[in-house]
């Protein structure tokens, strides 16, 4: 079964950056679409962005649109959440999750990871 593992969570103060990675064990992401979710704290799981398997087509959620980028690189395998301009309400888990089609719904990705924690505050 597709294992994913995230990677780049952390502290950062509001306006600051981080990117996040998504890597797979065993397996390879080259034939999945990836998405990125996070939970926020006593909040429910949302999409916050999604890249077809190539990369030609990639999605945002509203709350991200001009702050984050998705990319992948399918040489190392590795798809990058870079996170600008980061504020307060985006701390959360962030998990990501493979699929053979981007869905905005949890429930309609197939493989996910178990999340890296993003906290920010001053």
């Known amino acids: 079964q597709l294992q994913l593992v995230e990677s780049g969570g952390g502290l950062v103060q509001p306006g600051g950056s981080l990117r996040l990675s998504c890597a797979a064990s065993?397996?390879?992401?080259?034939?999945?679409?990836i998405g990125w979710f996070r939970q926020a704290p006593g909040g429910e799981r949302e999409g916050v962005s999604c890249?077809?398997?190539?990369?030609?087509?990639?999605n945002y959620a509203e709350s991200v649109k001009g702050r984050f980028t998705i990319s992948r690189d399918n040489v190392k395998d590795t798809v990058y959440l870079q996170m600008n301009s980061l504020k307060p309400e985006d701390t959360a888990i962030y998990s990501c999750?493979?699929?053979?089609?981007?869905?905005?719904?949890?429930?309609?990705?197939?493989?996910w990871g178990k999340g890296t924690l993003v906290t920010v505050s001053s």
């Open positions: 065993r397996f390879t992401l080259r034939i999945y679409d």
């Open positions: 999750a493979a699929s053979r089609r981007c869905n905005p719904s949890p429930n309609g990705m197939d493989y």
């Open positions: 890249i077809s398997r190539t990369g030609g087509s990639t």
